[in-house]
């Protein structure tokens, strides 16, 4: 994930945090031209967490349309799935994907904290990484492959790959604490409040289950998609904070790869 935000500058007044929030969620979470924000501070970065879904809807389109016509194109399905994939990636730098591989090295490098930490700090993919970016992108791009053939399926796997940044908000929400003194896990541990981590993950619950009903596909089955990634990523975070003492950005990356499995895959049904 990138490097922790710069500080406010002096002056930074309230009425610019909505613009701020938005440049900055967009600028760390695509690839997308953004304006640099004027303030950088725990509100700005707050809100930036729980606009992740929102930003990303631009990339997500690009990615399931663009696999879309491709497999109505007449390209097998688990190409397009696969295509769908590598555009995601290349949309958001892979920044999600390669914090699931520093946080599946470190937790299986060593019980030690500071071990766990080094090793997810130097970067490079160790073999438990590598065979965790395997297992889950290839889980994404199958589960991909099965919903964009479905008419309607590339609006649906729009919405579902952008709902996946929800679980920013359950890794900085308030009470949960930075496993240590820098980079972006630091400047966003606890900067979310519960208010605004249940609104987005309702907001959430509600344009899944929405655009289920547009597209056709069983609204039940969408909901029941948008809870179990809820309770993954809780359970993920549980797990990760007592290993690691908080959250890290790779950990955030984490709990987003999490949470686009399950709703890729309770969608197959």
């Known amino acids: ?9 002096p002056g930074s007044g309230a009425g610019i945090l909505p613009r701020d929030a938005f440049a900055l969620a967009a600028g760390t979470l695509t690839i997308l031209p953004t304006p640099v924000p004027t303030a950088v501070n725990r509100r700005v970065a707050g809100l930036a967490m729980v606009l992740g879904p929102v930003v ?3 990339v997500t389109l690009a990615a399931a349309g663009l696999a879309a016509l491709l497999a109505h194109a007449g390209a097998p399905a688990p190409a397009a799935g696969l ?4 555009l995601m990636l290349a949309g958001t730098r892979a920044i999600h994907a390669d914090g699931l591989a520093d946080t599946v090295d470190g ?16 970067g490079d993919v160790g073999p438990m990484g590598a065979a965790a970016l395997v297992v889950v992108l290839g ?10 053939t479905r008419p309607g399926g590339w609006a649906y796997a729009m919405v579902l790959l952008a709902a996946s940044r929800a679980a920013l908000a359950t890794g900085t929400r308030a009470g949960v ?12 541990a606890g900067s979310v409040s519960w208010l605004r981590w249940a609104g987005c993950w309702a907001l959430t619950l509600a344009a899944v289950a929405g655009a289920a009903a547009v597209t056709g596909q069983p609204v039940g089955v969408a ?3 948008v809870v179990a990634a809820a309770a993954a990523v809780e359970g993920a975070l549980a797990y990760v904070v007592p290993r690691l003492g908080g959250i890290t ?21």
């Open 1 to 9: 994930m990138p490097a922790k935000p710069a500080k406010s500058r």
């Open 249 to 269: 950005g790779d950990v955030l990356g984490a709990l987003v790869e999490t949470a686009a499995c399950v709703l890729l895959l309770v969608a197959t049904f």
């Open 107 to 122: 937790l299986g490098a060593s019980w030690d904290r500071d071990r766990a930490l080094e090793v997810m700090r130097r």
């Open 139 to 148: 889980l994404q791009a199958a589960c991909l492959a099965t919903v964009l």
């Open 223 to 225: 909901v029941v998609g």
């Open 83 to 86: 295509v769908a994939v590598g």
């Open 177 to 188: 604490p930075a496993a240590r003194p820098e980079g972006l896990g630091e400047a966003v």
């Open 56 to 58: 990303l809807l631009p």
